[in-house]
């Protein structure tokens, strides 16, 4: 089957990833809008980006019945244009592999971030982190392995335990009184969290007016309002930081899924 990459705003990785189809043999085309007619055969279609709803239900109805479609989490009012479709929606981000391949590009964009803004080296600084999943814990192990303290704020006590095992400091989420004046020693926070207002006023008012704020989660309303200008938004780093790394493994986890469906399809 061809490949169509939907991309309203094609990038760098989205040029890399064109690049890497072609050179395996694969026929491939990006579009950047959903026009024309409904295409009559099945394809791979991939959306490597958030796309607002209506954009998404608007690429769909050019698809093909029984088409295969790559991207992230499905929005609920997609279920049934899928199921109209006979489509078949893979879920990259919850492949284990990907998740982690994509959460160390991700840490290492955020690392590159905080380093060309930050005046002091790694060895000197305290990170905070929110959060205890695979981006939390890439960009605890990335940064710590160049030297940094690390702050972790988690909701489980489970989550903190797990932290303090690996040497981490492990505070409370939301945020207690008494371990506001810890905040004021870190030079950066990084919400790896996808829940709204999870960056509170009183997680980001506990930060000196010097500390750096960054938003690594996709969530459009993670922050409070009276914050939203001081934190740096991070949406889909791997893609800005390290462009040809980021559609490597997009790449990869794609070809390998398509593998296992001709498989399963010339078994039926």
């Known amino acids: 089957?061809?490949?169509?990459?939907?991309?309203?705003?094609?990038?760098?990785?989205?040029?890399?990833?064109?690049?890497?189809?072609?050179?395996?043999?694969?026929?491939?085309?990006?579009?950047?809008?959903?026009?024309?007619?409904?295409?009559?055969?099945?394809?791979?279609a991939i959306f490597p980006f958030a796309i607002p709803e209506d954009e998404l239900l608007a690429f769909l109805g050019t698809l093909a019945p029984r088409s295969v479609c790559f991207g992230g989490h499905l929005p609920d009012a997609a279920l049934p244009r899928i199921r109209q479709g006979a489509f078949i929606w893979i879920d990259l981000l919850v492949q284990k592999r990907f998740q982690a391949e994509n959460s160390a590009?991700?840490?290492?964009?955020?690392?590159?971030?905080?380093?060309?803004?930050?005046?002091?080296?790694?060895?000197?600084?305290?990170?905070?982190?929110?959060?205890?999943?695979?981006?939390?814990?890439?960009?605890?192990?990335?940064?710590?392995?160049?030297?940094?303290?690390?702050?972790?704020?988690?909701?489980?006590?489970?989550?903190?335990?797990?932290?303090?095992?690996?040497?981490?400091?492990?505070?409370?989420?939301?945020?207690?009184?008494?371990?506001?004046?810890?905040l004021r020693r870190c030079d950066a926070l990084f919400n790896t969290v996808p829940a709204k207002g999870i960056l509170s006023s009183v997680l980001l008012s506990s930060f000196s007016s010097e500390a750096r704020l960054y938003d690594l989660a996709s969530g459009a309303e993670n922050a409070d309002l009276a914050y939203t200008l001081r934190v740096?938004?991070?949406?889909?780093?791997?893609?800005?930081?390290?462009?040809?790394?980021?559609?490597?493994?997009?790449?990869?986890?794609?070809?390998?899924?398509?593998?296992?469906?001709?498989?399963?399809?010339d078994a039926l």
């Open 232 to 265: 740096q938004k991070l949406p889909a780093l791997p893609a800005r930081a390290c462009p040809e790394s980021a559609a490597r493994i997009l790449f990869s986890a794609i070809r390998k899924t398509e593998k296992q469906l001709e498989k399963r399809k």
């Open 105 to 182: 590009l991700t840490a290492e964009g955020a690392m590159s971030v905080f380093l060309r803004e930050s005046p002091r080296a790694l060895r000197d600084s305290t990170i905070a982190l929110t959060g205890s999943g695979a981006l939390a814990r890439a960009c605890a192990e990335r940064f710590s392995k160049n030297g940094a303290k690390i702050v972790i704020l988690a909701r489980s006590k489970e989550a903190r335990n797990k932290a303090r095992k690996r040497g981490y400091l492990a505070l409370h989420l939301p945020l207690k009184r008494k371990e506001r004046k810890v």
């Open 1 to 44: 089957m061809d490949h169509l990459i939907f991309a309203p705003r094609p990038d760098a990785r989205v040029a890399a990833l064109e690049k890497l189809f072609s050179d395996h043999g694969k026929r491939v085309a990006v579009k950047r809008r959903a026009s024309g007619r409904a295409r009559k055969n099945p394809v791979y």
